[in-house]
């Protein structure tokens, strides 16, 4: 059997950042992670991109019913254009999967609210597609155990890897002499490694 064409790892020249409902309203329903830990995991994740260059697109549903992105995401990236849209499944939006592919990156990071529908929804599609799709699970949030069991299962049979923010980030940097170390780390904002960036940079 021939090896699969896709590659194991992400790289930082190949992967985009999609971000899909990360909304005040759909938050404050999220019951499977504390909300300050998805908070704090997911503007990790996009302040590490946009460390490494990746692009980062988002997208809101039906803002007026749900509310406007998460501020803190708007605040660790001023300027993020985002794409409001009614369709459920977001890659049913031709403006998303027009910016996405505007990237001209074959591997796509899918975070969202929640984890089985505005995440595993597009990241399914986007796999169908031929991209190589994962889901960020700590930087996504759902409304029951139920809810994100179901949605995991559903991801795994259809061969949609999942991953952690920090672990996506560093298999990005890819190399810790590389110099965004430092800020990816810190972006991520784990103590110990802060510290050992801090004394790494004691003069």
């Known amino acids: 059997m021939a090896p699969s064409a896709r590659p194991i790892f992400l790289g930082r020249t190949t992967t985009a950042l999609l971000l899909v ?11 499977d992670i504390h909300t300050a830990d998805l908070k704090a995991n997911l503007v990790g994740l996009v302040k590490s ?6 692009p980062v697109i988002a997208t809101n549903v039906s803002p007026e019913a749900w509310g406007p992105m998460l501020p803190e995401v708007s605040a660790a990236m ?9 369709l459920v499944n977001a890659w049913d939006e031709p403006r998303v999967v027009a910016a996405v592919k505007a990237t001209g990156r074959s591997q796509l990071l899918v975070a969202g609210i929640s984890l089985e529908v505005c995440a595993a929804f597009p990241a399914l599609s986007a796999h169908a ?3 190589d ?9 759902t409304f ?11 991801l795994a049979m259809a061969g ?7 672990t996506a980030a560093v298999e990005m940097l890819f190399d810790n ?9 810190g972006a991520l904002n784990m103590d110990f490694a802060n510290l050992v960036w801090q004394l790494k940079n004691v003069k």
């Not at 991109?49 to 990746?54: K, R, S």
């Not at 001023?78 to 009614?86: N, Q």
């Not at 799709?133 to 996504?140: F, G, I, L, P």
Request: charged share 20%; net charge positive.
């Open 21 to 31: 409902d990360h909304q005040v309203g759909l938050l404050s329903g999220v019951r």
């Open 49 to 54: 991109c946009q460390a490494l260059g990746v």
């Open 78 to 86: 001023p300027g993020l254009k985002v794409i409001d849209r009614t």
């Open 129 to 131: 597609a031929g991209y």
């Open 133 to 141: 799709a994962r889901v960020v699970v700590d930087a996504s949030g």
């Open 144 to 154: 029951t155990r139920a809810k994100r069991e179901t949605g995991l299962a559903r």
């Open 160 to 166: 949609v890897p999942t991953v952690d923010a920090a």
């Open 177 to 185: 002499a590389d110099p965004q170390a430092g800020a990816v780390y």
